[in-house]
């Protein structure tokens, strides 16, 4: 199991309390932005491209606390950026923490190793790092060499710490099924407690746009490939719903008041990948928003492909504990999580013998020195 006890506990309770009070709309997870500069340029990321007098403000960490108190979720997700180079994110921890909050702070880990003594190990903490694939695809999709080599070092020492370490993995159309599950092999040989996978968006600001997933019947397979017939030692801090949603085995629509962000320019409209403009306060987004605009029901253009996590993966929660079936569904899919599919490993076997025969085709030939 990728999510302990406690934290599936605070959830369910908190998720109940809102069914109780019937409300409609609640926010499970807080994405509070302190900053948008980063020590990476990775080519699917859009939020270095804001101009460099933006890129050097951040937040105080009483404006960070004041979205958290306002927001009142019972997860608190701190991406960027990168969070390491916020000058206080020691302190914005420290305090969240002590209002029992479970913090995700989300890392591409080049500075991790050395920033270690910061933190005190906690259950309300986790390191989420970012991890694309395995050394060469995920080098390549944050374009730099040498990165992922850097990222591991620092989750062996954060694990040998007595932190709580997941991975975060954002998968491109390009992505090879078995290439995918190796990485997942290497992410549990590390002894991350849990992964988190979701296919990428095609969001205006990201340079790279020819590489994201944009065909969901396409994206379907992917993920049916990927999951099915999974090993007994992966484990995925994430909700099981939500997987077999990605495998095509279930339909969500986007609640994207389920992940609200709040950044440098206020509570984001509607989602953290779609901009539509920003409000000055939490109940505004909420309450003023014309949610009906969003989601694949609405016919919006830019919501028809997505499928991303901090859209659905609320979907997927509230579900859960909504009706009988919902919650036997996940009992079901957190007993039975094999997903045995002889079609999907056939589809494997068959690619990874095309992708051979490719690599085979591109070998130079061997020329006799005699």
Known sequence: MGVPISQMWTVATYVLRQKLARRKRYPLVLMLEPLFRCNLACAGCGKIQYPAHILKQHLTV???LK???ECGAPMVSIPGGEPLMYPDIAELVKELVARRKYVYLCTNAILLKDRLADFTPSKYLTFSVHMDGTQEHHDFAVCREGVYDVAAKAIRAA???GFRVTTNTTLFDNADPNEVRQFFDEMSDLGVEGMMVSPGYAYPKAPDQASFMRERQRTHEQFEMIFSNRKGRW???QSPLFLEYL??????ECTPWGNPTFNLFGWQKPC???????VDSFDELLNETDWSKYGRESGNPACQQCMVHSGHEPSAVDHTFTS???MWGTVKAMLFNKYANPAAQQK???????RKNESDGLALPVVDAA
């Open 67 to 69: 979205a958290v108190d």
């Open 272 to 278: 953290y990948l779609l901009q539509d403009g920003y």
């Open 348 to 354: 494997m076997d068959k690619l990874k013998e095309e």
């Open 324 to 326: 009988f079936s919902g």
């Open 235 to 237: 484990k995925f801090n």
């Open 159 to 161: 694990v040998a710490g």
């Open 247 to 252: 495998m095509g085995q279930r339909d969500f």
């Open 62 to 64: 009483e404006q960070c």
